[in-house]
Structure formats: C-alpha cells, structure tokens
C-alpha cells in the first residue's frame, strides 16, 4: 500500500519541443537492463496463512505518443495462477481506459537474437554506407515507430555470409592478464528498435558497424499472431515490403537473408 501510493513520476512527451529536450533520456532506455526504467512491488498474498508472493512491475520513466511504451512484470517468488489473474486484471484495466495493450515476447527485447531456436529472425546485411536513414525513412512510412535501443550480443555474426567483413568494436584485453575476454571478441552493440504500431507483430532492429554499414534484424511475434489471425495479413504484407526494400539494397551483396 505504501508504494502503491507513491507517485509514479512518469514525463509525458507530446510535443516536438518537449521530444527535443527529453530525447537524451529516451535514447539512454532500454540498453539491455531495467535500470532506467521505474518500479513498484504488487504483494500477492492475500490472507495471513498464505506464503507471501510477490512480483515487480517496471515501465518506462519517459511516455512519448511517438514511441512505444514499454510495462514489464517481473517474478520470482510467486505462483504462476497468481502472476496470470494480476495480468488479466491490468489487461482489463487498460481496455477500460481506452489503452491498447499488446503482448511482446521475450526475443524483442534480449541480446541473443536467437534466445528461441523454434522462431529464427530473419537477417539482412546492406554492405553499403548511409543507408540507415533510407531504411529508418521506410519504417516510417509503414507506421513503425521507435521501440527503444537494445544491446545485442555478437552470436548472430555466425548466421551470415562474410561476417569479417563488418566492423565492430572489439573486446578489450582484461587487466593483470595477456588474456581476451571469451570469443567471438566482439562486443554487444547498441541497435535501434522499431516495432509496428498498429499490430505490434513485427520488429525491426537496425544494428550499425563502424563503416555505417547495417544489419537488419526482422522479428516476429508469432505469438500474438497465432492469437489474432486477422491481423496475419497486415503483417505478411509489411513483412514482403521490408523484403522487397531490403533486397533492392542487398542485390549486389549476394544472398545474405537467414530464413
């Protein structure tokens, strides 16, 4: 009850002005950890008997109507029955207010792009500078919207034809030792995140080497499409424009997707 009646100290963005002062703290969210991000602990145990339960719920300290927002339900020490009824009933909640809630799965927001064997993003490699803004200015223009900056850990440079050919910030030496931190010696890079407003199925990651060359990280939400099938059309036809763009700008690189 006492944290439950603290304020939440959320800042509203709606105006370009305000996006402009506000935009280092945006960009500075969601880099692989919650530390930027406001939480609260829900108590679970209702009667004195029961074992005390509990989870945390963590969101974003910043809410821009250009972006997404991101709210989080942590556990550890609580039953699954009780974690559910508290999420259906958050659920019911943001539907009275006029909210649109829409489940992401874990693999949007983890380091290891391939966190889900069963469900393998597709990859893109544009081995051409300043075709960021190109890709970014399509994104737009299919109403994605800007989904936070995520680090991402260099395993999926496996995935792809002549990964050497990337430039990346490599792994330093650890101190006191003639050692390298463990292969591949590259470090976890922070990659630009765009996801679909209006059905949240697809995410685009854009992960930039030191030559400005990019890669393009497709992901699914296969979950929420296997759910809503009537939102399975929209996203296929997103999800064939991307295609289509991507291997305009890949033509001359060879076959680089990962399907």
């Not at 809410?63 to 020490?77: H, K």
């Not at 500078?129 to 109403?143: F, H, M, N, T, Y």
């Amino acid at each position: 009850k006492e944290e439950a009646s603290k304020e939440l100290n959320v800042k509203i963005i709606s105006r370009k002005e305000e996006r402009a002062d506000a935009s280092k703290t945006v960009l500075s969210v969601r880099r692989g950890t919650t530390e930027e991000m406001r939480k609260f602990k829900v108590r679970l145990r209702k009667g004195k008997r029961d074992l005390y339960e509990w989870l945390e719920v963590a969101f974003d300290s910043v809410f821009d109507t250009s972006r997404s927002y991101r709210i989080m339900f942590n556990w550890l020490v609580a039953s699954s029955s009780k974690v559910e009824a508290q999420v259906q009933l958050f659920q019911r909640r943001c539907v009275q207010y006029g909210l649109n809630l829409i489940s992401f799965p874990q693999t949007c927001i983890s380091r290891d792009l391939f966190l889900n064997p069963l469900f393998i993003p597709q990859i893109f490699c544009v081995r051409q500078r300043g075709k960021a803004k190109a890709i970014a200015d399509l994104l737009e223009q299919e109403d994605f919207i800007y989904d936070g900056t995520h680090m991402t850990d260099p395993s999926y440079l496996q995935s792809i034809e002549r990964p050497e050919e990337f430039q990346f910030p490599k792994k330093r030496k650890i101190r006191g030792t003639a050692k390298m931190e463990p292969p591949p010696g590259i470090r976890s890079v922070a990659a630009r995140q765009f996801v679909h407003r209006a059905t949240g199925g697809i995410f685009t990651r854009l992960i930039m080497d030191e030559q400005t060359w990019v890669i393009v990280v497709i992901i699914l939400n296969h979950k929420l499409l296997q759910e809503k099938r009537s939102l399975c059309s929209t996203v296929m036809e997103r999800l064939e424009k991307l295609r289509s763009f991507m291997d305009s700008l890949t033509a001359s690189d060879g076959p680089v997707v990962v399907d």
